[in-house]
């Protein structure tokens, strides 16, 4: 089948049960394989109203063999029609490093991705609460060591309490979530992917946003080799459909942008060079 990369304003492919799916991704700027351990219903600890995943269920069933032969496919394809890879990146219907696969299917991929398509990266895409539990904390900080090609995106939506109920929804306490973060941080280079939007029609209070600018420079200055391990933040709208429309709303570029820069100058006087950028 030929692959289609027409930019998309949902990925509703994922809840056909696909596995492996190809996307226009504006964070990767080009062509994204997706991997979706959860082929057969959502599978998530956040509840975001921004969340484009639809209900669904589905017969189909995640297989190691099945990952394998699709993602082949689709490197193979995608290489026929001269279109580069910009990365493999694990999303799909709900948390991947909660998935009892994630860690085979991590380095299943990283092995395709080696022989296949070396250029592209290989991204997890995370809410951070796998990073609770062990097993997964050591996985992720193990395999951003030794492998150069893993880019990590921890969602990092909300500096308090108050916005975190709103934006994300989830039973696991802020704080709990915030200090594993920072744990992850003092060792491990990732990505800040950040969404801002309007819920119930408001932006993020001038407090939410001076805590999480907050948040984001701690987690920044944490320093590797001279560096700072966090490699970027994205700071990203909504784009796309969900199910709770209008709940969570769309925010003028010029708020992106404003919030963008007032966390740029913080990082010019705090010496933390590490690039801010906004997808619309």
Known sequence: MAINITPVTN????????????????????????????????????????????????????????????????????????????DICFSGNGEPTLSHVFEEALKLAENIR??????????????GTGLLQQNVFSLLKNEAATN????????????TPEWYEKINRSNISFDELTNVKKEFAA?????????????NGQPPSETEAKMWEELVCQLAKNMLNGKSNVRK?????????????????????????????????IFSTSEIITPVEIYL
Request: aromatic residues 10%; contains cysteine.
């Open 11 to 86: 990925h509703r492919e994922r809840e056909k049960g696909f596995l492996v799916y190809p996307v226009y991704s504006r964070r990767s700027a080009g062509l994204s394989i997706g991997i979706n351990l959860y082929p057969d219903k959502k599978s998530c600890l956040f509840n975001c109203p921004y969340c484009e995943v639809f209900p669904f269920s589905s017969n189909a069933r995640f297989s190691l063999e099945q990952m394998e032969e699709d993602l082949r496919y689709v490197i193979s394809s995608s290489q026929e029609q001269n279109i580069p890879i910009k």
């Open 114 to 127: 080696s022989q296949s398509a070396s250029s592209a990266k290989l991204v997890v895409i995370t809410n």
């Open 148 to 159: 150069p090609s893993l880019d990590i995106w921890l969602k990092v939506d909300a500096g």
């Open 187 to 199: 060792s491990t280079s990732f990505t800040i992917q950040t969404m801002l939007c309007a819920i």
């Open 233 to 265: 933040v994205q700071i990203y709208g909504k784009a796309r459909n969900a199910p709770e429309d209008p709940l969570a709303t769309e925010l003028p570029a010029e708020y992106l942008e404003k919030r963008a820069e007032s966390l740029r100058d």
